[in-house]
């Protein structure tokens, strides 16, 4: 099959993608294979809207939170496009709540809600049916194998015998903290798109900055307690009852006290009024009830989680990459806007602003010719699980990272898998670790307990 345009993700970055390049006149195949993190959103998205704000706040607090690293030209175009996004939205039938709310790193209010704290999924609903009304986007359902790479990026190969040419294709297939053992994404945010860009030869980076969500639930089925338990007044204990943690420092710094704390930790809302966590935190009270805890009586359990992560395929403003015909734009893409750190509803702004541009680039890109060869890794034995893999991750490039634990991990990963599946996962997490042994300095998320010993040397 052939068409103008690839897009490979339907989240949020995707779907602006192909909206954007179906209304330029080109033919979009879009293609997925399950709702990522655009759907599982609660909080909102960024823009300056009020009139006592501006995109030069908004981009001073994301320069602030990207802790130096970020690349100020991409800030000053997310930023600035913040209230025109948020126009474009509407313009395709997307519904906010009304009002601001000021959350997180942010100096004003400036985070938009849709549908309470179900953001996400309802802006995705939103989406989905401005795609339906584009004649020139037809939807599959399938996985990613490989990219078809000559000199340029001519299309994809994905299972079911699917082949589709292209003259460009856009990645926008999320991020890879589902990769990690304990997480707040999806299992198919696992890198996947990454790991295909960089077998083609694109430039990659930023891999080692992660951003860890630092209550979540402790046990088999993991969810994501929501920061506004904290803010209503939970607070964070040992098993011994004692408190170990400011409860209203900053995601990272909490996260931090809770990766290093010895023993469990436990977030307690018992001393809350009742009603107010039936009525305010319906979600948190159910997830507990199902998971066999009454959170209105007994503590919960909770330890960090990887939740977004900064690294991916280089792109410039446009989202191209350095390989000719590839694109990428949302959570896969490394636009530069978010440093070592990004600043909380940054990311679906992101994801629509920058979605928006590179579809628009991309349908208005010459048509790349005859790229035939498809690039495929040999698959490789060994003993490694993709459950095992992310438990490599969890405990070497976690929220506490330390040279020579990373060194190990990269011997482990690199030692083999078993199925192609692992043996992309381990392909991936190998990328992360050896980003991540190379940024031997505590920045953005991630503490070095190293640190002190090279210093010290
Ligand atoms: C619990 C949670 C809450 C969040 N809350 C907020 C918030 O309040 N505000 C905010 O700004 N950000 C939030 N984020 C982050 C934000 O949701 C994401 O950064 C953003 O939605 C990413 O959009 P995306 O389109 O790049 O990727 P995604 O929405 O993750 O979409 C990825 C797409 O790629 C497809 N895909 C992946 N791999 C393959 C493959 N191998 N083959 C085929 N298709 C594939 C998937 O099927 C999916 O369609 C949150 C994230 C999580 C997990």
Redesign the pocket.
Known sequence: MAVDLLI???????SAAAIEAARMGASVAL????????????????AATLPEDSPRLHALDTLAAGGALCDPSAVAMLTSAGPETVRWLESLGVHFDGGSAREAAHSLPRVLHLGGDQ??STLMTFMRRAIEREPTITRYR???QSLIVDESCGGAS?SGGLTMRAGATVL????YAGLYGRT??SR???G??ILEAARAGARIADLEFVQFHPTVFDGIHTF?ITEALRGAGAILIDEHGERFVDELLPRDQVARAVAAHRGRAFISAVHLDPDLLRHSFPNFVRNCRLAGIDPLRHPVPIAPAA??TMGGVVTDLDGRSSVDGLYA????ARTGVHGANRL??????E?AAF?RRAGAAAAGAPKVEDASQVRRRPWRRGSLTVAQVGDVLDSAAGVLRAGTELKGALAELRSGAVSSVAADAADMASMICAAALARPASIGAHQRRDEADRIAV
């Open positions: 490979v993700g339907d989240g949020l970055a995707g293609v997925s294979a399950a709702h990522g993190s655009s759907d599982r959103a609660q909080g909102g998205i960024a953001s996400g399938a996985r990613l994905f926008a297939t999320g991020g707040t994404n198919i945010s696992n996947k798109g994501l939740h977004y734009a949302g959570e896969c909380a509803s940054n990311s679906l702004l994801a979605g």
